[in-house]
Structure formats: C-alpha cells, structure tokens
C-alpha cells in the first residue's frame, strides 16, 4: 500500500503557468521529499522538508507541509517544457527511517 | 561522483526463471533500497540493505530477496518469475545519518524486467 497520495493524476498547463500539486499521506512522518521522474527514468530528487517545518524553497519550487492536515504541496512557478515529468512525494515514518513510501505521482504535462 | 549504477538495463526472462539485478551505489553511500514500479501499482518499495543487513521490507512474496555486500553493493533475485513480475526495477542509494534518517535518495536508471 502506499503512504502518499497525489493529487490531481494529471495536470496540463500553459508553459510560463505555475503548477501546484498536492500530497495527502496517512501517518506521522520524519520528513517528505517531492520526486521527479521523466519517462522510464530513475528519479531525481527535487527538495526534502522536515516535519519540523512549515515551507521551503529551491529556484523555481515552493513546497508547504502541513502535518496536522497530513499534506504537502509542491509548486512550480513559471512552468517550462523541460517540467514535464511526473511528480512524486515520498515519506520516511518516524518509526522507521530507513522505509521510504512513494505516493501514486502526479503526472505533468506542459504545452508549448 | 559517479552516480548509482544499475545491470543489465533490459532483460527479458520466460515464466518460471529466475534473475538477478545488480546495484552499485554512490562511493561511500551504505544504504541501499530496491523498488518495484509498475503502471498499475506504481512504486513500491521492495527492500532496504545498510551494512550488509536488511532492515526493512515490502510486502512481496518470498520469491524476491535481495543482499549487499562489504563495499555496499546489492542485488535482488526474483525467482521463479511471473507475467505480473514485469517492471522496471530502480535502486536507490543514501547516505543514511541517525540524524536524518535515509534522507535524499539517489536513483540509478533501472532495469527493466520484461517476462514472457
């Protein structure tokens, strides 16, 4: 089963457009780490947040945590068409660090 | 640095074999996790090695198993090798700290798994 849940699946936008995705999971957590993988590839990781704190930034990335919500969110401001890429959200539990629970990804697409 | 490496990137097996994977992580990283991606069930995590010693794992059959060696190298065995068990296999390594736990995790490319 998986711990992260992505939302929307999919997501097309404008190039130049921001785009926002959500991250539900279900239990208390160490950290969460927003993934990106283009197609058949290995993943990249994209920016860690600790549960410890509220937001963080990286270039063109926002991310948001909200642990009594259980969600994060991943923004990315001024879309290009290298973004699109699947996104993903991964969470380490605090009982278990060494276990990291990838959520279902959200699928990007950027039109020119 | 050279990234993490994974072999072979293809292969394709017949029902009821079994194979191997390879995984050569990040000089100096000794934490090593498998994962399963499929369409339909998307990533799941497999296993994870640190120190030649497993200390997790999915919920898989016991037809997957994996190991790691004294200079963190790993591998994970399928055997007797199922349709459904075609995906692409990625391995990830880390520098595991007390502190942050496994943190950032560094993906090799895969290897794809067709069976037949």
């Known amino acids: 089963s998986q711990q992260g849940e992505e939302d929307p699946q999919a997501l097309s936008i404008q190039e130049g457009e921001n785009a926002t995705m959500n991250c539900s999971y279900k239990?208390?957590?160490?950290?969460l780490q927003w993934y990106r993988q283009n197609s058949g590839r290995g993943l990249v990781h994209l920016i860690l947040?600790?549960?410890?704190?509220r937001e963080k930034h990286s270039g063109r990335l926002r991310v948001t945590l909200d642990t009594s919500k259980k969600s994060s969110s991943l923004l990315i401001t001024a879309s290009r068409a290298a973004d699109t890429a699947s996104y993903f959200c991964?969470?380490?539990?605090?009982?278990?660090?060494?276990?990291?629970?990838f959520g279902s990804g959200t699928r990007l697409s950027i039109r020119p | 640095k050279a990234g993490v490496t994974q072999t072979p990137r293809y292969l394709i097996k017949t029902r009821g074999q079994q194979v191997t994977l390879s995984c050569s992580p990040i000089s100096g990283h000794r934490s090593v996790s498998w994962y399963q991606q499929t369409p339909g069930q998307g990533l799941q995590f497999l296993f994870e090695y640190f120190s030649e010693t497993q200390r997790n794992k999915g919920n898989f059959p016991g037809r997957f198993s994996g190991r790691q060696f004294s200079n963190s190298r790993s591998e994970m065995n399928v055997s007797t090798l199922e349709l459904g068990d075609s995906a692409l296999y990625l391995c990830a390594s880390s520098p595991y700290s007390k502190d942050l736990g496994t943190g950032e995790l560094f993906f090799g490319e895969g290897s794809r798994l067709t069976v037949l």
């Open positions: 239990t208390s957590i160490n950290n």
């Open positions: 947040i600790r549960s410890n704190e």
């Open positions: 991964a969470t380490d539990l605090d009982s278990s660090a060494s276990k990291i629970i």
